[in-house]
């Protein structure tokens, strides 16, 4: 008898997939969570010395962007503001705009000389939402920087570039 039970106790059972269901469902609701949390948490973009050219004109965008023409305004130079009057930007910004896009920028380089600096961006825009969207880039776009009494300032018209599209 003990050799009878011994032998019906180490048979194996019929094979389940219970555990190989509960594992990768397990998964699945990881993988959902994970792209949960990556879409949900907000997007920041790189932060750079407060005062270097980079911040600056991180800060012109987000001033544009929030249409705090003022703020953006102030973004200039001196000698682009003596040429070009807060009226003239006011009005080329809201002539221009930037319609009903969704851009993106990137700063992928500076290049530095003593009180000059140009900045290389990359631009993505995208027009549409969902399956219908559509993305095109706008490469290696410059800006020009100069240092001007210790501050970094945006030393072009911004109008003609691609931030306006």
Do not use: C
């Not at 990881?30 to 920041?44: G, K, Y």
């Not at 305004?73 to 080329?92: D, I, K, L, V």
């Not at 990137?106 to 530095?112: E, K, P, T």
């Not at 945006?154 to 599209?165: A, C, K, R, W």
């Amino acid at each position: 008898m003990d050799a009878t039970h011994a032998l019906e106790t180490e048979r194996p059972g019929p094979s389940s997939t219970r555990p190989l269901l509960a594992i990768g469902f397990g998964i699945g609701v990881l993988v959902f969570v994970a792209l949960v949390v990556v879409l949900l948490l907000p997007r920041t973009g790189p932060t750079y010395p407060a005062g270097s050219p980079e911040a600056v004109f991180q800060a012109y965008l987000a001033a544009a962007d929030a249409y705090d023409l003022e703020a953006a305004y102030q973004a200039f130079s001196p000698r682009m503001r003596a040429t070009w009057s807060y009226g003239e930007f006011a009005r080329e910004r809201n002539m221009y705009g930037y319609g009903g896009n969704k851009r993106s920028v990137w700063i992928d380089s500076v290049d530095r000389s003593g009180d000059r600096a140009i900045l290389h961006l990359t631009i993505e825009w995208v027009s549409g939402d969902g399956l219908t969207a559509s993305r095109w880039y706008d490469r290696d776009v410059r800006i020009a920087m100069v240092l001007d009494d210790g501050t970094w300032y945006i030393d072009q018209g911004l109008i003609d570039t691609p931030l306006n599209y």
